[in-house]
């Protein structure tokens, strides 16, 4: 079956064609062992090399340092909002995060919970996030200092990462392996995986070894990274079939050029949803500063809310899905992540000049 869509939801998202059809055709039988992935044991010889294999092409795509643990989690990004805090805002310490975002305003509530925490900096203008803060209020000796590397909601991103003395944590869930990082600037980063990496259900986590070390050792067990770092993310029963397909994804990051060949896709595309708004003479619009511009999020508005929606129900009659803006911010907001073709952002970009010109 043909699949004439582009996909542009924010998460979940799209995922390469060639990802789905090889998990279909391998779904009844895995490799000749007469059943799915999914009926595997995750202590299975069969598992386990798919497993591994997630695990190493993590490391090569994104260059992870040997003093760095990688980990399968469950709980979402969400669920790091909480765990974080717990494993290393001990007592008497104090958390710093930048709110840039929806995603940082509930990391920080999550924080909130467990210890004491300062906002460091606020990408806010006004009523909107629109930019990402250049000077931080740092507080000394910091427990470790938060930042959301893109905002999902806000089309934002950081261009570069601030330098801090205190440990930095970032949360990459949506724009984790769209482009090369220096991994080693981060004590530790997560990504849910359901914009970049595949299904939802799994979290990559990327911490450092001698960080982990540190961490509070009287929360549950279940909730210490150190319990999945020390038992390769098999202390207890991992999403398995989420794992293979975040497996299958790497490969084909891995057969696209890597990161690199990622950034250069994500850029294309970017470049060409922001020229077909520049161009529009003011009919599409958007308040994100230039220079905190996300490739992965493109967010804007037309001249009425009813325009917006006009502009969403043509669009998606056209095969163009995905397009309404998050209901914090309304307006429209294209997620251009790996999976999306140029090509796709092509037809929007066709479907946008048209649109204006009827009006
Ligand atoms: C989607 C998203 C989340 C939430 O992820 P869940 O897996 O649903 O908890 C957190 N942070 C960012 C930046 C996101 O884009």
């Known amino acids: 079956m043909a699949r004439d869509i582009v996909n542009f939801n924010a998460g979940p998202a799209g995922l390469p064609t060639a990802v789905l059809e ?15 992935i999914m009926e595997h044991s995750h202590r299975g010889k069969a598992y386990d090399a798919v497993h591994n294999e997630a695990m190493s092409l993590t490391r090569s795509l994104m260059g992870v340092p040997d003093s760095y643990d990688v980990l399968f989690l469950q709980g979402g990004a969400s669920g790091m909002f909480a765990t974080i805090p717990m494993n290393f805002l001990t007592a008497g310490k104090v958390a710093d995060y930048v709110i840039t975002g929806t995603w940082s305003q509930k990391a920080i509530e999550e924080a909130q919970r467990i210890g004491e925490v300062r906002v460091a900096g606020t990408g806010k203008v006004g009523e909107r996030f629109v930019r990402i803060p250049e000077a931080l209020d740092l507080t ?4 470790y200092v938060h930042v959301t590397s893109n905002n999902t909601i806000a089309g934002t991103q950081y261009r570069a990462f601030p330098k801090t003395e205190a440990p930095l944590v970032a949360d990459m869930s949506s724009d984790i392996m769209s482009r090369p990082v220096d991994v080693s600037q981060f004590s530790l980063l997560y990504a849910g995986a359901q914009k970049n990496l595949g299904p939802s259900g799994v979290v990559l986590v990327l911490v450092r070894r001698d960080w982990l070390a540190q961490a509070s050792t009287t929360i549950p067990k279940i909730f210490r990274f150190k319990t999945h770092a020390d038992k390769q993310s098999l202390y207890h029963t991992p999403p398995t079939f989420a794992i293979y397909l975040m497996r299958n994804v790497m490969q084909w990051i891995g057969e696209h050029g890597g990161l690199e060949g990622m950034a250069k896709r994500n850029a294309a595309k970017a470049e060409a949803l922001y020229a077909a708004i520049d161009a529009s003479g003011g009919f599409y ?5 230039v220079a905190a511009r996300s490739e992965m999020n493109v967010v804007w508005r037309l001249p009425s809310e009813d325009l917006d929606k006009a502009f969403v129900a043509e669009a998606t009659a056209a095969g163009l899905v995905g397009l309404k803006g998050h209901r914090d911010v309304g307006g429209i907001r294209a997620s251009l992540y790996n999976a999306v073709e140029l090509a796709g952002v092509e037809r929007l970009v066709t479907f946008m000049k048209d649109f204006k010109n009827k009006r």
Do not use: Y
């Open 140 to 143: 000394p000796g910091a427990a």
């Open 285 to 289: 619009a958007s308040d994100v500063e």
């Open 22 to 36: 090889r998990a279909q055709a391998e779904l009844m039988d895995f490799q000749g062992t007469g059943m799915s």
